[in-house]
T-cell receptor
Framework: NAGVMQNPRHLVRRRGQEARLRCSPMKGHSHVYWYRQLPEEGLKFMVYLQKENIIDESGMPKERFSAEFPKEGPSILRIQQVVRGDSAAYFC?????????????FGQGTRLTVV | ELKVEQNPLFLSMQEGKNYTIYCNYSTTSDRLYWYRQDPGKSLESLFVLLSNGAVKQEGRLMASLDTKARLSTLHITAAVHDLSATYFCAVEANFGNEKLTFGTGTRLTIIP
C-alpha cells in the first residue's frame, strides 16, 4: 500500500507563472488536507476536501489559490500568478474518515520555489 | 483562534543528556500529536495523546498530556545523535474539526 504520493517533489516557477501541485491519497482514503510550511515555521492548514467537495477552505488565501479533488484522479492545489512569498513546502495528508486523527498520513511534500 | 506554542525553538544538547520540549495550547483540545521532521522530509507521526494524563513512550522519547494545564511535554532520555530533527506538536481542537494547528517546531541538534 503506497503512502500519500505528492508530485512533483520540487517545483521552480518564475513570478507570474502557475503552479500545480498533485496529491494522490492512500488507497481507500477519500479525505485530503493541504498544509503549507513556510521556512522555519510550522505547518498551516489550508484546505480540507472530500471527493468532489471542498469542506473547509478557511486557511486558503482569498486570491490566486484553488484546490480540487475530482471523482477520479489526484487532488490538485493550484496557485496562479505565483509570487516569491508563495515559496514554501506544501504537504497533503489523507485519511479514510472525516476526522483528521490517527489515521491521517502525510505525503513527502512539494517544495515550491518562486524565482 | 487556537494558538500552539512550543519551546524552546532551538535546542542543542550533548549525547547522553536528558531534556524536555514543551507544548502549550490556548483552548480545550481532545487530541494532541507529536511529529518528527527530518530536513527535506515529511512528517513522521510519533505519538497521539487522547486524554488527560496520557503518557506514551517509544524508545528514548516519552510524551505526556495535561489537558487542564493545556500542556504537553516531549521528554528525551539519554539523547543520541539520530534523534536530531525538528519536532512539532499539533492540536486538534475538537474531534472532527478536520484540521491540526501546529506549533512552530523545536529544532533539536544532538552533539556527540
Amino acid at each position: 500500500n503506497a503512502g500519500v504520493m505528492q508530485n512533483p517533489r520540487h517545483l521552480v516557477r518564475r513570478r507570474g507563472q502557475e503552479a500545480r501541485l498533485r496529491c494522490s491519497p492512500m488507497k481507500g482514503h477519500s479525505h485530503v488536507y493541504w498544509y503549507r510550511q513556510l521556512p522555519e515555521e510550522g505547518l498551516k492548514f489550508m484546505v480540507y476536501l472530500q471527493k468532489e467537495n471542498i469542506i473547509d477552505e478557511s486557511g486558503m488565501p482569498k486570491e490566486r489559490f484553488s484546490a480540487e479533488f475530482p471523482k477520479e484522479g489526484p487532488s490538485i492545489l493550484r496557485i496562479q500568478q505565483v509570487v516569491r512569498g508563495d515559496s514554501a513546502a506544501y504537504f497533503c495528508a489523507s485519511s479514510p474518515r472525516r476526522a483528521l486523527g490517527t489515521e491521517a498520513f502525510f505525503g513527502q511534500g512539494t517544495r515550491l520555489t518562486v524565482v | 483562534e487556537l494558538k500552539v506554542e512550543q519551546n524552546p525553538l532551538f535546542l542543542s544538547m550533548q549525547e547522553g543528556k536528558n531534556y524536555t520540549i514543551y507544548c502549550n495550547y490556548s483552548t480545550t483540545s481532545d487530541r494532541l500529536y507529536w511529529y518528527r521532521q527530518d530536513p527535506g522530509k515529511s512528517l513522521e507521526s510519533l505519538f497521539v495523546l487522547l486524554s488527560n494524563g496520557a503518557v506514551k513512550q517509544e524508545g528514548r522519547l516519552m510524551a505526556s498530556l495535561d489537558t487542564k494545564a493545556r500542556l504537553s511535554t516531549l521528554h528525551i532520555t539519554a539523547a543520541v545523535h539520530d534523534l536530531s530533527a525538528t519536532y512539532f506538536c499539533a492540536v486538534e481542537a475538537n474531534f472532527g474539526n478536520e484540521k491540526l494547528t501546529f506549533g512552530t517546531g523545536t529544532r533539536l541538534t544532538i552533539i556527540p
